[in-house]
């Protein structure tokens, strides 16, 4: 079993930051791919950014040159480093890790999210 939890979630005004962290823990080999997803209300979720164990990164257009993911291999830990922040990037954050269990059985983990409000 693997376990997610994200944290750093908050209320922000528009041009503030904000900085997630996402934990995991539990039986874990080898963690592969985390990201970043959000779902504002009444949108579908959407992929935010993705990093591999090799620091690889993707992002998307609408956060940009604003948003950066890193991650802790020693820690199994990833973070979103969230910079001025807009109203549309009001959503609650999940986080979601791949990778291999001792078992070698693969997992796909979520978290239960956390909420980011940025006030205009």
């Known amino acids: 079993q693997v376990q997610v939890v994200e944290s750093g979630g908050g209320l922000v005004q528009a041009g503030g930051s904000l900085r997630l962290s996402c934990a995991t823990s539990?039986?874990?080999?080898?963690?592969?791919?985390m990201g970043w997803y959000r779902q504002a209300p009444g949108k579908q979720r959407e992929t935010v950014a993705t990093i591999t164990r090799s620091d690889t990164t993707t992002y998307a257009d609408s956060v940009k040159g604003r948003f950066a993911i890193s991650r802790d291999n020693g820690k199994n830990t990833m973070y979103l480093q969230m910079n001025t922040l807009k109203p549309e990037d009001t959503a609650v954050y999940y986080c979601?890790?791949?990778?291999?269990?001792?078992?070698?059985?693969?997992?796909?983990?979520w978290g239960q999210g956390t909420q980011v409000t940025v006030s205009s």
């Open positions: 539990g039986s874990i080999f080898r963690l592969d791919f």
């Open positions: 979601n890790a791949r990778g291999l269990q001792p078992s070698s059985f693969q997992f796909n983990s």
